[in-house]
């Protein structure tokens, strides 16, 4: 579906559809110039996120050779199919920090680097072995693409506008907003979004993930914006509102998890995850999907990292699995 949002500049958004998804599409926009087109990410590496994408762009008239490809961070479902791309002639463009993480683990090093730090924190292995059938893995781009790397607060010149690159690290090290200052336009890509909320995670290359995410939220909230297009969902204009809720979401989140590590001592992050408040339309953590239990014990111990970093609480390691107890 393609639905114009601007004029003037002109800005387009394909919704791309993510089968079997919690996410629903991701918003894929185009930004049409006299030479050259913008186009801000691409969904999953899958039939149907190309025929989408692919179907909308040719209703817009868009030459592949002549685009210009935005890819705001590295998770699949915004950079699925760059090959696509790269494979008609267009350029690309992406933070250096997340482009070097897809070279790195292009040898699947950082998914078992990963696996290993779950299984340690309490994951079962049987949940484990189910990962290569994650969205995430099993529909990534080949990460051997050509890109110009771009950094924190450079100015590009793209579909005759006058773009800035501004750097969010937290939902990952790499993740870039856009802003148009002129327009006042924010491209908030997965930094903020509007009727959910981002998947805060601990990753291989980035301690303090939460903090780290917190902080880039601080560093947007007085951007005037009149136009908030975001990676997944419904856009809005009160940015200002969103963040604080967003704040406030982890404020509690950190409060449940410090008091259930309080009543669980020595329980793994996991078993803490297991009884966490999760927007499951009411499943059961048994019946959770096992991407949604991934997810869930990154976040989980995203905000278990946060209350280490302020000496809250403690972690053990006991008989090679780390157990968290108050301090």
Known sequence: MIQKLHEQPDIFQIQVPLPDNPLKYLNSYVLPGKERTLVVDTGFKRPECRNALMTGLKELAVDLSKVDLFLTHLHADHSGLVN?????????????????????????????????????????????????????????PDPHFPAILVQDRQILHLADQYIHVIHTPGHTKGLCCLYIPEHEIFFSSDH?????????????????????????????RNFPVKLALPG?????????????SIKAHHRHR??????????????????????????MRGKRWEDFPITQKWFALGECLSHLEYLLDEGTIQCRDIDGLHRYRMR
């Not at 993480?101 to 484990?128: F, H, N």
């Not at 997944?232 to 604080?244: P, Y």
């Not at 998890?257 to 966490?276: D, G, K, Y």
């Open 254 to 279: 950190l409060t449940e998890t410090c008091q259930l590590v309080r009543t669980m001592p020595e329980a793994t992050a996991f078993e803490i995850a297991a009884h966490m408040t999760w927007s």
């Open 192 to 220: 903020i979004l509007f009727d959910i909320t981002p998947n805060i995670t601990i990753w291989n290359n980035m301690q303090h993930a939460l903090h780290t995410y917190l902080e880039s939220l601080d560093k947007v």
């Open 84 to 140: 696509d791309f790269v494979a008609a002639g267009a350029t690309v463009y992406m933070h250096q920090i997340d482009y070097q993480y897809l070279q790195d683990g292009a040898d699947g090093s950082m998914w078992a680097a990963t696996e290993k730090r779950y299984a340690q924190e309490g994951m079962p292995g049987d949940v484990i072995r189910t990962q290569a059938a994650n969205q995430a893995r099993k529909f990534a």
């Open 232 to 244: 997944h969902r419904k856009g809005d204009t009160s940015v200002v509102e969103r963040i604080d």
